[in-house]
């Protein structure tokens, strides 16, 4: 078949790798979409599983951080488009051993940027290509109580291993933009949450302790607050910026949905009708804080709601009740994940 674009997707069976390529295959039937994952433990072939009989729709499994692999990848299918997600992106592992955070997030993504340099300078220039990061509202930093939301211009100040890890590579992609004159742009969004996410993130752990009858381990005293997103909102914005988004660009993207982690908690425990007999106290186990646990997040998204028209179309109830249905409905998954969580 002759296809209209041809875009390579990193980590596409990771959690928001899995839902944009299927938001992308089932709304452009012209466009060929082609997975590129590694398939570590973050990485479920399940996740993409209702894709495999697609016709604009391939798999390949290799590291980002392989040149020979990657660039086998654009030769075959020709890749004019590369939306780039494949990351470790866990603050606490990377607290525990930040190497492999070093390793795929900084050195991977050189890699697909240079093999997609190499490789559209050799085959006619940049005319009609696209390399988008996707990337994080970490790299920010905290904000406290009274601070106004992270905007585009809010200088960078990571605090974890994994969030310097993404700092480096925003910079390496738009020293890529400056440099060789690439096609680039960068998303930095804020927690997503939603159906088939690894257990090893607050809300699908929380749902999947709670089906397991098990406590939920909460860090300090709950009180650091997140923006909160659902993950098909995310992907209406990245398929927004990669059509209408400016070269050269950082977009913020966030659910103007800020809450605690205890308020996010007990919205799952009420969501799931635990006996009302039970107190909260019951589900939940306060841990000790994390090494550098920033406070708050938010994100001010004003720029791509004004340039781009993009808006969340869920409220976090809407995107809470989907949610707890496929965890629900899909035990089996859980239990399968739940194998590979980091206590």
Known sequence: MMFDKKILVTGGCGFIGSHLLRHLVNKYQGYLIVNFDALTYAGNPDNVKDLEDKQNYAFEKGDICQPETVKAVFKRYHIDTVIHLAAES?????????????????????NVLETARNYWEETGGFDGKRFHHVSTDEVYGALGPDDPPFTEETRYDPHSPYSASKASSDHLVMAYGDTYGMPVTISNCSNNYGPNQHPEKLIPKTISRLLAGKKIPVYGTGQNVR??????????AIDLILHNGKIGETYNIGGRCELSNLEVVTAIIDAMMVPEEREYSDYIDFVEDRKGHDFRYAIDSTKLERELGWKPEHTFNEGMEKTVRWYRENREWVINALKTEKS
């Open 90 to 110: 866990h603050v606490d592992r990377s607290i525990g051993n930040s190497y492999p955070f070093v390793k795929t997030n900084i050195e991977g993504t050189w």
């Open 227 to 236: 923006d909160w997103l659902y993950v098909e909102d995310h992907c209406n």
